[in-house]
């Protein structure tokens, strides 16, 4: 059975960092291109950034290029999100999700499986 569980989201500072992880289970993530949305409340979900089969390639919404990275580890069958430089706007519900089209889609309705999220709050 496909399940995706993220975890690593907490309360950070402005200009802090946080590290989310995605473990999958059912299937490898090598095979898949997985990524990472968010969404704020009153807000509809918005693509964060993805990553190909076999982890060639990325791709970021502009508002996070620069400052987040995404990677994975076969070996640990995870894929991660690195945050740096992190701003209030940055607050949301962060999922990972495993798409069934090609490329790195931005659109929700392209990934069949979701996690159940995890808060990030960026505050002083």
């Known amino acids: 059975q496909v399940a995706l569980v993220e975890s690593g989201g907490g309360l950070v500072q402005p200009g802090g960092s946080v590290r989310l992880s995605c473990a999958a289970s059912g299937f490898s993530v090598d095979y898949y291109v997985i990524s990472w949305f968010r969404q704020a409340p009153g807000k509809e979900r918005e693509f964060v950034a993805g990553?190909?089969?076999?982890?060639?390639?990325?791709f970021y919404a502009d508002s996070v290029k620069g400052r987040f990275t995404i990677s994975r580890d076969n070996a640990e069958n995870t894929v991660y999100l690195q945050m740096n430089s992190l701003k209030p706007e940055d607050t949301a519900v962060y999922y990972c999700?495993?798409?069934?089209?090609?490329?790195?889609?931005?659109?929700?309705?392209?990934?069949?499986?979701w996690g159940q999220g995890t808060q990030v709050t960026v505050s002083s």
């Open positions: 990553i190909s089969r076999g982890g060639g390639s990325t």
């Open positions: 999700a495993k798409a069934r089209a090609p490329g790195i889609p931005v659109l929700t309705t392209l990934y069949d499986s």
